[in-house]
């Protein structure tokens, strides 16, 4: 649980954070959103005290950040940047154990660790750990960087622009690894981004950051369906509104009884993805299936085309 | 197959150059001079006029070929081989030349190299050289590259070969002195640079993380850097000497207007600009988001200094200090004017003295030590850069 009372964050004559209180669930996924010079990294960097607020008050866990030093606080925060800033004169394994050795781990323990989030984020310990972060791809040193972040089993996670250096499909993936990873954990994410699609997919809750000010916050619908402000309604995009509503639900939440029949879905499927099967197919419905293979429900043309209608 | 022909009938530029050069110092230049006395003006020498004519006759063909191998394409190793040959020939030859023109026991006569075999030497070794870069030694190769060269001229000045030379006169008459003032030439540019790192690597590191200061140190250092090395060696020798004779315990630690005191405090000044200019360089090159991320992590910044600042910067300051090593070991030279001794004292004695065998003495291994010096640091640079890039 993070709590963020009215921080805000000047610099002489200009405000770059601007009162903002957010509250952040245990074990969900915040993404803060907006244009660059929006004050969005300025507010997570308030949270691991990079940068000292102003005025205002971080609350994690119910304890005031301030009531500990700075760099024992941020031992306990993962934290994420963009191009990661591996440590390119130490290998990999070292780069993870960076954390649990500032903490005085025994040996074998970093060791076990170090090897355990290897092999979560898929990567050979035999052959990664002795690496330099120079002889890795782009996406592996990505993962190292996540793998780094994580080495103490911080409750909190901090992640500036965490993918904004991978192509599209190795983005993907990555995105997909982080919320298996923050489920398999129960981590609490917040997470800086400028970009909207990387925000739905992720987020249990969207922040929209503008000159400072958090214009709106809530779950990724209410952004879509009640935007408060023309500003957000622009950020999202209007054009195909309608699709990215369907994409926030899976086929196996959407599933309702019936009748089978036309093409299979997996549960894991968005709701347009399903429609876009479906208009290919010509089909008027489709079977959902469960992972085992079982039939979980149905989905019709009209029932999906009911979902992507603001309530 | 036209380009790998061509390539086999490709002459060498360099090889050319080279050849020519050493082609007219044989025909134009006089080879040995041969002097009745120390400062009697010499006369010139042919080498056919003092060495029997198969010695000779050896000789040239010897080049002969090396000038072969320096004119074609052939590999590396081979021209490296030939070109120390050549080295090794020239070398016998010159000791063979003193050998001959010096009647039995006298000691008044001098034979020395002329320009011709100077150019020649530099010829032969400019190829040498360009056969080693060829071949792209490691930096440990080229470290045992110059273990096997001075093992090589250590064998030759010891074997008694070279002992009618005029330098090597010089030498006998000076031994022991020789010994002392490379130890001083040794200790002088040692230890103004082991200060200077003292001083400089925090001053850089303190210029770094103040970036307010950074413009003011640099331009102050770089002003010093100007100062003529003799003049700032004459200024220096006022204030220190005010100082001796102010305060007895400064004068008890040795410290004066002239001798050492004032060469170290000279030399460590030089010293400063390169290493600090390299501490902040090496340090700003440091990756920010790495700094970043390690700040994020909870690493303090004395922490973040040691284990992630100095570390990457380190192959870059450890260059600035090969620039200073260098460079110190030329100008501690110039310390010999202010009674701080070092080879230099050679140097200025033969120069007063127009003993030109004397300046020599001086001169030949100053350029040695700095150019070995060099190697070895190179080398250091060299591996230590490269498990990080």
Same mark, same amino acid.
């Given at each position: 649980m993070i709590e963020i009372e009215a921080l805000s964050k000047c610099y002489e004559s200009t405000t770059v954070v601007d009162r903002v209180s957010l509250s952040i669930a245990r074990g969900s996924i915040t993404v803060i959103v907006g244009t660059s010079g929006s004050g969005k990294s300025t507010l997570l960097r308030m949270i691991n005290r990079l940068v000292e607020p102003t005025s205002g008050r971080v609350i994690i866990d119910g304890i005031d950040t301030t009531t500990e030093a700075a760099h024992l606080l941020r031992r306990r925060i993962g934290y994420v940047i963009q191009g990661y800033g591996l440590f390119p004169h130490r290998t990999v394994a070292e780069n993870i154990a960076t954390v649990p050795r500032l903490l005085e781990w025994d040996a074998e323990r970093i060791k076990n660790r170090v090897d355990e989030l290897l092999r979560i984020f898929q990567l050979d310990p035999q052959e990664f750990a002795g690496k330099f972060p120079h002889q890795m791809s782009g996406g592996q040193q990505q993962r190292v960087g996540v793998a780094r972040a994580l080495a103490a089993e911080p409750t909190v996670l901090l992640m500036d622009e965490p993918f904004g250096a991978l192509d599209p499909i190795i983005r993907g993936r990555a995105q997909d690894d982080l919320k298996d990873i923050q489920r398999r954990f129960g981590t609490t994410i917040v997470l800086v981004t400028h970009d909207m699609d990387e925000a739905f997919r992720?987020?249990?809750?969207?922040?929209?950051?503008?000159?400072?000010?958090?214009?709106?916050?809530? *779950?990724?619908?209410?952004? +879509? $369906?009640?935007? /408060? !402000? *023309?500003?957000?309604?622009? +950020? $999202?995009?209007? /054009? !195909?509104?309608?699709?990215?509503? +369907?994409?926030?639900t899976t086929a196996g939440e959407a599933a309702e009884p019936g009748a089978a029949g036309g093409p299979t879905v997996p549960a894991s499927a968005t709701l347009r993805e399903v429609l876009s099967d479906l208009v290919w197919d010509g089909a008027p419905q489709a079977t959902v299936l469960n992972p085992d293979g079982t039939t979980r429900g149905r989905l019709t043309l009209t029932g999906i085309l009911a979902r992507g209608k603001p309530s | 197959m036209k380009k790998v022909m061509a390539r086999g009938f490709a002459i060498d530029r360099l090889g050319v150059l080279l050849t020519v050069i050493g082609l007219a110092a044989l025909l134009f230049l006089p080879f040995v001079i041969f002097k009745a006395n120390r400062i009697l003006p010499g006369d010139a020498r042919s080498l056919f006029a003092i060495l029997p004519a198969w010695e000779s006759w050896g000789f040239h063909a010897v080049l002969a070929l090396v000038a072969a191998s320096a004119l074609g394409s052939v590999n590396a190793r081979t021209r490296l081989a030939l070109a120390l040959a050549g080295v090794a020939v020239l070398v016998l030859a010159v000791g063979a030349a003193g050998n001959a023109l010096t009647p039995l026991g006298n000691k008044v006569v001098r034979v020395s190299p002329g320009p011709g075999?100077?150019?020649?030497?530099?010829?032969?070794?400019?190829?040498?050289?360009?056969?080693?870069?060829?071949?792209?030694?490691?930096?440990?190769?080229?470290?045992?590259?110059?273990?096997?060269?001075?093992?090589?001229?250590t064998a030759v000045f010891g074997s008694g070969l070279l002992d009618h030379l005029s330098v090597m006169r010089e030498y006998q008459v000076n031994a022991s002195r020789f010994a002392h003032e490379a130890r001083q030439h040794v200790f002088l540019a040692l230890s103004s640079m082991a200060a200077a790192v003292i001083v400089a690597v925090p001053l850089g590191i303190l210029c770094h993380r103040v970036p307010r200061l950074r413009a003011g140190t640099l331009g102050a250092l770089n002003l010093i850097q100007t100062i003529p090395s003799i003049a700032l060696f004459g200024i220096l020798m006022a204030p220190l000497g005010a100082l001796a004779a102010a305060a007895p315990f400064a004068a008890g630690l040795g410290i004066r207007g002239i001798g050492t005191a004032p060469a170290v405090v000279a030399l460590f000044l030089y010293s400063l600009l390169p290493i600090v200019a390299n501490t902040v360089v090496g340090l700003a090159r440091v990756s920010a988001a790495a700094v970043d991320a390690a700040r994020g992590m909870g690493l303090t910044s004395g922490q973040i200094l040691r284990h992630i600042e100095m570390p990457l910067a380190f192959p870059v300051i450890l260059t600035g200090i090969r620039i200073v090593l260098v460079q110190n070991i030329g100008l501690v030279t110039v310390a010999a004017l202010i009674g701080a001794g070092g080879f230099g004292t050679f140097v200025f004695q033969g120069i007063n003295q127009t003993a030109i065998d004397l300046v020599l003495l001086g001169a030949i291994p100053i350029v040695a030590l700095a150019f070995s010096c060099a190697v070895l640091l190179d080398a250091l640079v060299e591996t230590i850069n490269r498990p990080a890039r």
């Open positions: 992720l987020a249990d809750q969207v922040a929209v950051m503008s000159a400072g000010k958090v214009l709106q916050c809530g *779950p990724p619908e209410a952004l +879509l $369906t009640r935007p /408060a !402000d *023309p500003f957000v309604s622009r +950020l $999202t995009g209007t /054009a !195909d509104r309608a699709m990215k509503l +369907l994409a926030l | 075999f100077w150019v020649l030497l530099v010829a032969l070794g400019l190829m040498a050289t360009d056969a080693i870069t060829r071949m792209r030694p490691g930096p440990g190769m080229r470290v045992l590259f110059l273990l096997l060269f001075a093992a090589a001229a």
